[in-house]
């Protein structure tokens, strides 16, 4: 199966990437790393060719292009604005992120053919 798994930089995120790659999926990570770590991702960087990292905003206009390009069969959308801190500061950046992200998420699985988009909240 080849997935893509956004915000999988993450803590969550990443604990999925390496569970799908020891199951022997393929998988392609997509996260902006505002809050992720390339150090989560050092376990899945030994699978070779069966990982790839994007480094991407879930808004970017790129993002449909990228997903086109890797083909998923799913997508796992754990990427997300989640800091209360932000939040509470700057709700319109905190609703761009999680909601106008999220859509273009679920758009570019659906353009890309995936038959499944998983979205965690």
Do not use: C, W, Y
């Amino acid at each position: 199966m080849r997935a893509i798994v956004t915000g999988g930089a993450g803590f969550i995120g990443s604990t999925l990437v390496d569970r799908l790659l020891a199951d022997g999926h393929e998988v392609a990570v997509i996260d902006n790393l505002a809050s992720g770590n390339l150090d989560n991702l050092r376990g899945a960087r030994e699978h070779g060719e069966a990982f790839s990292f994007h480094e991407l905003d879930v808004r970017s206009e790129d993002l449909p292009a990228v997903f086109a390009s890797l083909e998923p069969e799913v997508v796992f959308h754990l990427a997300a604005q989640a800091d209360v801190r932000v939040s509470v500061a700057r709700p319109l950046f905190d609703a761009e992120v999680n909601v106008i992200g999220g859509l273009n998420v679920i758009e570019s699985g659906r353009l890309a053919g995936a038959r499944k988009v998983v979205v965690a909240s």
